[in-house]
């Protein structure tokens, strides 16, 4: 009997075959060499695994009729399949998926490149909304890839101004493939530019999403990535489950911190608090972090090979209005050394939320630059 690789992966999803087992698939044709097995006279011993249910008992023949029907209503709804390779960050993870179902650009899941993920409440405020926009441009601008859930508020806002940039964006969805296999239609974006669009799940129509599932997704948006970004949330709010995921799996979080009245910077506080992220202050400290990580050679912060972003001129420059900002860039012309952000907090008087939110402002019109842990004039 004449089995293709594909089908052959689509009958083993069909029976649960879980990821943490897809060493067993390395070989060429070891999808195939597998399912055969199963059917075999003798049933191969599986750690941990064993097929189950009426699919498995209808036999192979029953079992590959279903799974060229699914094959070919696949194809004709321009669904495809990925198996993360052994070298690709999600077979990297503790709990790897076994087979993704996507739709758009393919090449997004390559590991060339750079990734952000941006996650938060479905609630946000408008100044968190407006952060993320502005930080997401920042990153988009410079050929970062963004990686969320694709849920509404801040995961939307992140996709919708990656792609609203002309930057690329990848959405892991927490729920099933639908039962006709159309493409998921989300708010954040048209389906004009499959090129900048990834958007992909675990869950077929004959593994139904249920409880957990949103939550199960959280770990391949931060395996995908090289750093998440918690921009505003409840101290309940999944985020967390992204930090922790992300931090089981050695890869860098980092938190937005907002004024303590304000019950969406809960997230933020709490991962600070317990480990699962270090203070985010500018979109500019999370680039450089992103970019060296992989960098071969260390450009100054304010490099235009490094950033794409041309700092305006001194003469272009927009007047300082604000008095916080002013105050600030006094302190920071008064010392030719550079202060930290420790050091400014002391001596300007000023609030972590404001500072944080009044060094950014300055960073993104060109009046300061931050290198390394310090701030520097550039006005």
């Known amino acids: 009997m004449k089995i293709t ?21 390395q070989e060429p044709g070891g999808a195939e060499t597998l399912l055969k097995s199963l059917y075999g ?12 249910g009426r699919l498995w ?28 390779e052994e070298s690709h960050p999600l077979s990297r993870i503790k709990t ?71 930057g690329s964006t990848l959405s892991f969805l927490g729920q099933q493939l639908r039962s006709d296999l ?36 959280n770990r391949l948006v931060a395996g995908m990535s090289d750093v998440v970004v918690v921009m505003e949330g409840h101290t309940q709010s ?13 890869i860098p979080g980092y938190a937005v911190l907002g004024p303590p009245e304000n019950p969406l910077a809960g997230a933020g506080s709490r991962a600070v608090c317990e480990g699962l992220a270090q203070p985010a202050l ?10 060296q990580k992989s960098s071969k050679l260390h450009l100054a912060l304010d490099s235009v090979g490094q950033l794409k972003i041309k700092p305006p001129r001194a003469s272009q420059l927009t007047p300082i209005t604000d008095q916080n900002q002013q105050h600030l860039f006094s302190l ?23 500072l944080q939110g009044a060094l950014t402002e300055m960073e993104l019109e060109g009046w300061v630059a931050r290198q390394g842990a310090l701030y520097y004039p550039k006005g």
């Open 282 to 291: 500018s979109p500019l400290q999370i680039l450089e972090f992103t970019q």
């Open 182 to 217: 159309s493409m998921p239609s989300p708010k954040w974006a048209p389906w004009s530019d499959l090129n900048r669009i990834c958007v992909l799940t675990e869950y077929s129509p004959w593994r139904p999403s249920r409880k957990g599932t949103f939550v199960a997704r």
């Open 96 to 166: 790897p998926p076994f087979v993704l179902y996507g739709w758009g650009n393919r090449q997004l899941m390559n590991t060339g490149g750079h990734r952000i993920a941006v996650v938060g409440t479905r609630s946000p405020t408008p100044t968190g909304a407006a952060r993320t926009r502005k930080w997401v441009e920042v990153w988009a601008e410079s050929n970062i890839h963004i990686v969320s859930g694709g849920a509404t508020g801040i995961d939307s806002v992140a996709h919708a101004t990656a792609i609203k940039t002309g």
């Open 5 to 25: 690789e594909k089908q052959a992966l689509l009958a083993l999803d069909l029976l649960r075959f879980p990821g943490r087992l897809k060493h067993l698939l």
């Open 332 to 354: 920071i012309t008064g010392h030719a050394t550079g202060l930290s952000f420790e050091e400014l907090l002391y001596e300007s008087g000023m609030g972590l939320p404001a």
């Open 41 to 52: 006279p003798n049933l191969p011993l599986i750690s941990g695994w064993k097929p189950k």
């Open 57 to 84: 008992e209808l036999g192979l023949s029953a079992l590959l009729e279903q799974v060229v029907s699914i094959e070919k209503r696949l194809h004709a709804h321009a669904v495809w399949l990925f198996l993360p």
């Open 238 to 250: 999944g985020a967390i489950h992204t930090l922790k995921y992300a931090k089981k799996n050695r």
